[in-house]
């Protein structure tokens, strides 16, 4: 049933791609309608197919088509828990865009291939997560990556967009060939391409490690582990929002599924936890080289992607935390980074989307990427400014709302780091936990500043005066995606009773409590507790009482204190450049910065300054570090191969001579 | 268990009520030091009876994130001091006791402070948003693994349950504990905006943090943001003072026990007192970019304790 209902709404979602390309200028609005139906209809059924195979106690679902034309293969698909998780993550997110898109591409050019790829790629997710064979995962997955590099080459009317997605294109291709030769040596170990016979296979240490790092790499590349991470504030800023809100907040999630898929499923780690211990510092290292960049951004979008490698960072910590229990056998906690990892990737699939539909509307109202030229739209948009705080507020981790929770949770697997025997990893763990508790700060920061500068404050620009509130789909989906950030803050045992399964299929320990639904207590409730409905009931009887006893029954409204000068104006304000610059200071060896003043003399009297111009760019360390070498190399390579390839034809002969002398000699 | 959660209730409305008469006390403390006549004990709370009574005025665009503020702020910080142990250890039931969620409930009012900061557009509101956050940023990681060490010396985050513990094990000498104990006192300066991380009487708005973020407030807002600032700094004293010092709280509910805990919270309140009021005399406030050398050390030193704690155990 949930595997129909699954296979179903892949076939809706790609069914509704194909109908815009049939538009023509006679039933365009039939059309248009027809396909924002058949893509809500079809993210409703994965969403329905994911809680069907959350509930499902019985054996996973599975079903296997035989390809006629193919007879090595056969379409093999299967819904489990973990599977079924994910498949609820996509569902609920691209339901929220599909109420978005409608509205919003109303002012975008060539909008049906942007809907066909927008369908395919959805449907490639989906297609990733039910493929229960290497070769329809690898398939699908370049079904999904292939989608998203039309999709952010969508504006290919600009150089830079065209540049990043050629970016992207070159980093997705290079996860997949990493995935695949993982894949490839599963393969040859296992004898067949299936996942059944991939699961929990025993192989000599070494062979594990090196599946393990190829698939970490491979998987980190698309996911954004620092420091593969440059292809993803380059792609989302110049993709649609909510193609970015998609990009970022679901497809990220794919590639954990598939590193959770290969790590806790297929391998058996054994007693290795230095594997463990290297996702926890590759994570750790992202999360905070995600949100140190982060904060240096001016442009919205961008921030919001350096932000999702922050976030992702965070889920690997957990996912890191929780090979090291298991690899020396502490079930419970491992169960415990796990459930933290995966509730995250929930979180941050709500909020991070909720954050790009967000801007999506500001973007859509002002035609304005840049923090500095925005402010005060507050008052112009309300109801779009209160959605994107309760988005601030989750990515923050602030409580009651989601993102407290699962980092609550990864802080609870960390802090029990001293019943591990090995010393080095007593005192490196709580150390990736103070690492997290200065993200989770940072970010705050971060989005004081983002929040200030585009909804508070004056207006630095003309367009910000004439925005108005963003239409009713698109708020819609923003209450929605609002209301799931508040519900998984304050619903947690609820939610993490639910994935227990999948830590049931894959560490074989399912946690035996969670507390009741006011108390959440995973580990006991001497050690813990936590009550997030608690909090906010409380604190907003607290508050209301507080309101109704001495709030002021009139105000006087006057001009703010300008130390009797008089004269503020917009450009008086802070900026958001002058806001981050004492973190820029403190943490500067983090970025390539390159600040310049430059003088202009007035042009009668020389020796006065008629205005002074500053510059200032912080880059990413990672392309000087990582990507120059690299494409140096590759140059290098190429230029020394192109010595050998002359053009001539008696040359090529010569090289087919010596090679079968060769091959012969090897031979005999 | 009732009668706990009733004893839980009245120790809150202390700490609310109490706070500015504290500080009210250090600043008599400070003035006689330095030679001056100083300002009746009862002081602040004249003032906070004038603010309440004072004509509120908002900026010309104002939103209501900068009106809401005060009471959330104010709020926030009630229901903190509902789990802070200052004669008991409070009850679960009414005081969310776990460390993790105090950092994070402290975290969400500085939120709502550097919105309302930023909202009116001024300069100054945004010099001490950015400001406050970058303190934050600095004491916060220090904050955690101090709570942290004590975390895993007591196996659990619940701040009753680590307050049990330390009075069934006097800890206070341990020099893992001596080590927390010096960088919480750090911490407690730089989060409480005390010299010389910030100064609370300056009136120069240039080397401001916390108050150039509440220059725009006024009247009832201005009063509930001050107490909430009185309270925030009477909470960080008693966790010092209970957490760190000899004497730990004695876990029993009766009569008797209550008024020695009592006695003896007093007398170290005192003394904590007197030690701030020295250190404010003899310091001066530090240049802003000097603070992180001072934070860095807080936070070196909180590793240091967790690192000795990881290998005693």
Redesign the interface.
């Given at each position: 049933m949930a595997l129909r209902l699954a296979t179903l709404s892949i076939a809706i979602i790609f069914l509704s791609g194909l109908l815009p390309l049939c538009f023509s200028y006679a039933y365009q609005k039939l059309f248009s309608r027809l396909n924002a139906g058949l893509l809500i209809l079809g993210s409703l059924c994965a969403l329905a197919a994911g809680c069907l195979a959350l509930l499902n106690t019985a054996p996973d679902y599975s079903l296997t088509i035989p390809l006629s034309f193919l007879p090595m293969l056969s379409l093999q698909l299967k819904l489990d828990a973990l599977s079924g998780y994910f498949f609820f993550i996509v569902g609920l997110v691209s339901f929220a865009v599909a109420i978005y898109l409608p509205a919003y591409i109303q002012s975008i050019p060539h909008k049906k291939y942007l809907l066909f790829f927008t369908a395919v790629f959805i449907s490639g997710m989906l297609l990733v997560l039910l493929a229960n064979n290497a070769f329809i995962f690898l398939f699908a997955w370049e079904l999904m990556s292939l989608s998203s590099y039309f999709l952010v080459a969508h504006e290919h009317e600009h150089e830079t967009n065209r540049q990043a997605a050629f970016i992207y294109l070159l980093m997705a291709q290079m996860s997949g060939i990493f995935i695949l030769i993982s894949f490839g040596l599963l393969a040859k170990w296992s004898g067949s391409l299936n996942f059944n016979s991939f699961a929990h296979l025993h192989l000599s240490s070494a062979w594990t490690s090196v599946i393990f790092l190829l698939g970490l790499w491979g998987f980190g590349t698309k996911a954004g582990l620092v420091p593969l991470h440059a292809w993803l504030p380059k792609a989302h800023p110049v993709a649609p929002s909510p193609i970015s809100a998609l990009m970022s907040g679901v497809m990220l999630k794919i590639a954990v599924y598939g590193f959770i898929r290969l790590s806790f499923y297929f391998l058996t780690i054994g007693n290795l936890w230095t594997l463990g211990g290297v996702v926890l510092f590759i994570g750790t290292i992202s999360a905070l080289i995600g949100v140190l960049y982060a904060i240096m951004q001016h442009d919205v979008k961008c921030l919001l992607a350096y932000h999702s490698v922050e976030n992702i960072g965070i889920i690997f910590i957990g996912l890191g935390l929780s090979l090291i229990f298991q690899a020396t056998n502490h079930s419970l906690l491992a169960t415990l980074g796990l459930l933290a990892a995966l509730y995250h990737c929930l979180n941050h699939a709500l909020f991070k989307s909720l954050l790009f539909l967000g801007a999506g509307s500001v973007i859509q109202q002002t035609h304005e990427h840049d923090l500095e030229q925005m402010?005060?739209l507050?008052?112009k948009m309300p109801r779009t400014?209160f959605y994107f705080?309760i988005g601030c507020?989750s990515i923050?981790?602030?409580?009651p709302f989601n993102g407290?929770v699962s980092e609550?949770l990864t802080?609870?697997t960390a802090?029990q780091s001293?019943l591990l025997a090995n010393?080095l990893l007593?005192?490196l763990i709580?150390?990736a936990?103070?690492?997290l508790?200065?993200t989770?700060?940072?970010a705050?920061?971060c989005?004081?500043k983002t929040?200030?500068m585009i909804?508070?404050?004056?207006a630095r620009s003309v367009p910000m005066h004439t925005a108005h509130e963003a239409p009713l789909t698109m708020r819609f989906s923003m209450v929605l995606l609002a209301s799931c950030c508040l519900f998984f803050g304050l619903f947690p045992s609820f939610t993490l009773a639910h994935l227990n399964a999948i830590a049931k299929q894959s560490i074989g320990y399912a946690l035996p409590a969670f507390g009741n639904w006011l108390w959440l207590t995973p580990i006991s409730i001497?050690?813990?507790?936590?009550?997030g409905l608690?909090?906010f009931i409380?604190?907003l009887f607290?508050?209301s009482l507080?309101?109704f006893w001495?709030?002021?029954r009139?105000?006087?409204?006057?001009?703010?204190?300008?130390?009797g000068f008089g004269g503020?104006t917009?450009r008086?304000?802070?900026?958001g450049t002058?806001?981050?610059?004492?973190?820029r200071?403190?943490f500067q060896a983090f970025w390539k910065i390159t600040e310049a003043k430059e003088r202009r003399p007035s042009l009668r009297q020389p020796h006065q300054t008629q205005s002074v111009h500053y510059t200032l760019h912080t880059d990413d360390w990672a392309w000087e570090w990582f990507y120059k070498p690299w494409r140096s190399g590759m140059k290098i390579a190429s230029q020394s191969i192109a010595k050998w390839q002359s053009g001539h034809l008696r040359l090529y002969l010569t090289y087919m001579f010596i090679t079968l002398i060769i091959l012969l000699w090897l031979v005999s | 268990m009732m009668s706990r959660i009733v004893y839980s209730f009245l120790q809150t409305s202390l700490i609310i009520a109490c706070a500015p008469l504290f500080v009210g006390f250090i600043k008599m403390l400070k003035c006689w030091l330095q030679n001056r006549s100083a300002p009746s004990v009862f002081q602040r709370y004249r003032d906070l009876r004038k603010l309440?009574h004072k004509?509120?005025?908002?900026?010309?665009?104002a939103?209501?994130?900068f009106r809401f503020a005060p009471?959330?702020i104010?709020?926030?910080t009630?229901?903190i001091a509902s789990a802070i142990p200052l004669i008991i250890s409070p009850s679960?039931t009414i005081g969310?006791t776990?460390v993790?969620?105090i950092?994070?409930?402290f975290?969400?009012s500085?939120?709502f402070l550097?919105?309302a900061a930023?909202?009116?557009?001024?300069?100054?509101?945004?010099?001490g948003?950015?400001?406050e956050?970058?303190v934050?940023?600095?004491a916060?990681?220090a904050l955690?693994?101090a709570f942290?060490s004590l975390?895993?010396m007591a196996?659990?985050?619940?701040l009753d349950?680590i307050t049990t513990y330390l009075s069934a094990h006097s800890l206070w000498f341990n020099p893992s504990m001596l080590f927390v104990a010096i960088a919480f006192a750090m911490i407690a300066v730089a989060e409480t905006g005390r010299i010389p991380v910030d100064n609370p009487a300056t009136h120069l708005?240039l080397t401001m943090i916390h108050e150039a973020m509440i220059?725009?407030y006024s009247?009832?807002?201005l009063a509930?943001i001050e107490w909430a600032a009185q309270i925030k700094l009477l909470i960080y004293i008693t966790l010092f003072a209970n957490l760190f010092l000899p004497f730990p709280l004695i876990n029993q509910l009766s009569l008797s026990a209550m008024g020695l805990n009592g006695g003896i919270v007093i007398m170290k309140l005192l003394l904590l007192a007197f030690v701030l009021v020295l250190a404010e005399t003899h310091l001066a406030k530090l240049r802003?970019?000097r603070v992180?050398l001072l934070l860095n050390m807080a936070?070196l030193l909180c590793?240091l304790g967790?690192?000795m704690h990881?290998?005693t155990?």
């Open positions: 402010g005060g507050i008052h400014a705080l507020l923050s981790a602030l409580p407290f609550w802080f609870q802090l001293s010393g007593r005192i709580p150390l936990a103070a690492i508790a200065l989770g700060i940072l705050a920061t989005f004081v929040y200030g909804f508070l404050g004056k001497q050690q813990t507790a936590y009550s608690g909090i409380v604190l607290i508050t507080v309101y001495w709030h002021p009139q105000y006087k409204s006057v001009s703010p204190w300008d130390c503020l917009e008086t304000q802070y900026t002058a806001f981050a610059m004492p973190i200071r403190i | 309440f004509q509120t005025i908002i900026a010309h665009h939103s209501w994130i009471y959330l104010f709020s926030i009630v229901l679960k969310f776990d993790i969620l950092a994070g409930l975290g969400l500085r939120f550097a919105l930023l909202d009116i557009g001024t300069s100054f509101g945004g010099m948003a950015s400001r956050m970058t934050a940023t600095l916060e990681p955690m693994i942290f975390a895993m196996s659990s985050t619940r349950v708005e220059l725009e009247g009832r807002h509930l802003l970019f992180p936070f590793l967790l690192l990881v290998i155990n």
